[in-house]
């Protein structure tokens, strides 16, 4: 969609797949980033990452494993040979009756390695470092990663990797590390709505943009926001009546389960 634009200009609006097509297939799998990717025409591939004990980036959420596999305990933990022996698929069928499918069962979780190798440069990923903090090195790896699969930042589009974080501190290593990539402030909803000209003055020292919880948006902050030129993409819009406001209201794109939904509503205006 939009594909005049270039991905960071603040007249496209972007979907972004929300740990892939996260409404219909166990988040986080090849599965659910393929459906986003081929079928329901996402933008970007949203990636949350987190790090095995033998340090190795995967894609997950959560720290622990409980909720979206069958094993239990906390990823740092693990080796990557044991997060690969889990069920990353099952836990979506009994949690999704509805779009409940046999294929999913016995999934696995990927490494960022995995998808970089299926993508390559053929997709746009939206990167977060999940607990920075719990993972030293994190931010090196990822970098070193994307560079491995010619993914700098001089060797992508502009926009092509953005990387997010609720942690200031990790996106300022990133940056520290490499200039290139367009970094993304993300922000819960209190401290959105509380959000302060200075605070915002801040974040442009480093970021190109603000990923806030949608729930503390209003249109006198998203104009604040807006403004300043900060792309402004909220997360996880996924009722048509939010992301009809969330585009009312001047936002650059939103992180949704349902991409298709979006582009709906996105051809429909
Ligand atoms: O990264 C945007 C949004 O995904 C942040 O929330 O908890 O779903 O990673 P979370
Ligand atoms: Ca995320």
New binding site residues.
Partial sequence: AHAKHDLLDPNRVVN?A??GASGYAPEHTMTAYQLSHKKLKADYI?I?LQMTKDGQLIAM?DETVDRTTNGTGAVKDKTLAEIKRLDAGSWFNTANPEYAKAEYKGLQVPTLDEIFDKYGKHANY?I?T?SPEVYPGMEEKLLKTLKGHGLSSDRVKPGQVMI???SQASLLKVKALDEGFPL?Q?MEAPTVQSITPEALDEIQTYAVGL?P?FKGLTRENTAMIRERGLLL?P??VNEKVDMERMLDYGVTGV?TNYADRFNEVLHDM
């Fill in positions: 972004i929300h740990r949203e949350d959420h939206y977060e999940k997010q974080s609720f993304v993300l990923g919880s993409h997360y996880t992180f």
